[in-house]
């Protein structure tokens, strides 16, 4: 299995971890403005979205629609058990490459 993953699904699906169960397009978009100090545009998101769900890492399902959205429904996401392999694999091979480096300027 390919558990490779860009940067930017790395940062999507780090999103989803820490927004569930409430990981939706907005609330995914908030948190990776929260936690990176920048805007991710929401174009990028979904298609991020899109993508890791095509490849089985996360799954959706359609929550209820709501009056404030003009009676349109949010639609929820969750990182499946490959996903979460994928992930841990990926965030575990970036620790090892920065393992015992010394960022230059950083604080120590």
């Known amino acids: 299995m390919d558990t490779t993953l860009k940067q930017t699904e790395q940062v999507v699906m780090l999103a989803i971890l820490r ?3 409430d990981a939706y397009g907005v609330s995914i978009y908030e948190e990776l403005e929260k936690r990176l100090n920048k805007a991710v545009p ?4 979904y298609a991020t ?4 769900e ?3 890492f996360v799954q959706s399902k359609q929550g209820q629609a709501t009056a404030e959205r003009g009676g349109r429904a949010k639609m929820f996401f969750e990182i499946t058990g490959k996903g979460q392999m994928a992930l841990n694999a990926s965030l575990s091979a970036l620790d090892r490459l920065r393992a015992g480096t010394k960022l230059a300027g950083a604080m120590a």
Request: cysteine-free.
């Open 42 to 45: 929401m174009a990028t998101i």
């Open 54 to 56: 095509k490849k089985g």
């Open 49 to 52: 979205l899109e993508t890791l």
């Open 19 to 21: 927004k569930q169960p």
